[in-house]
């Protein structure tokens, strides 16, 4: 009698046992799961982390004098033909295979806001493959500011690797300034942006 008592419990034993070994095993893939999710969560958060390094980067940094511009009237320029050192210029340059609806949002914003610019002079450069595409990308643009193409190189400005529209401010025909990457869902920012520069560099004399 008291053998078969001993092999009930211990059966009972072996069966609880048994199970706190498949709840830790559950346990341990639910944490492995996690840590997996987690990881790919670090992942993006660094390459947040590097577009607002190669923005930050980007400033007073000198553009690349010899870049090739082709306007819409179909002339080519050197880039520094282009800016000229005794007046300022913002910069709004964004790739041909950025979200057409996203460029939409920015290009009716700077549209907005262009007319606080007073001095400066607001300017599109589209990089892309031909002339055709930008005459369909940037026709939001072309009646209100002039717009480039730039096809045969960058700017050879960091945040050029990133492949994100956004404004860079020159106002000695050759060296970037307060570059911002632009976001379709902060327009706001972008509006302040533009708003300050005025302030900071028309204003200042006044």
Request: glycine share 4%; charged share 25%; with cysteine.
């Amino acid at each position: 009698m008291k053998n078969n008592r001993l092999l009930i419990f211990i059966t009972l034993a072996l069966f609880v046992f048994g199970v706190l070994i498949s709840c830790f095993y559950l346990d341990l893939r639910k944490t492995m799961k996690r840590t997996s999710v987690t990881h790919t969560n670090v992942v993006n958060v660094s390459d947040i982390y590097e577009r607002l390094y190669v923005g930050i980067h980007s400033d007073n940094m000198l553009l690349n004098p010899e870049s090739k511009l082709v306007s819409l009237d179909k002339q080519s320029y050197d880039l520094k033909e282009v800016l000229h050192p005794d007046s300022m210029y913002l910069i709004f340059k964004y790739p041909g295979s950025y979200c057409d609806d996203c460029i939409e949002k920015i290009s009716e914003r700077i549209k907005i806001m262009k007319e606080s610019m007073e001095c400066i002079h607001v300017i599109v450069i589209y990089q892309g493959s031909s002339m055709r595409e930008m005459r369909i990308k940037a026709l939001n643009f072309k009646e209100d500011l002039p717009v480039y193409l730039l096809k045969v190189n960058d700017f050879g400005l960091p945040i050029d690797e990133s492949q994100v529209p956004y404004m860079t401010f020159v106002n000695d025909g050759k060296t970037s300034k307060h570059t911002l990457i632009l976001n379709p869902n902060q327009l706001d920012v972008l509006s302040a942006y533009m708003q300050t520069l005025s302030e900071k560099y028309c204003r200042k004399g006044k």
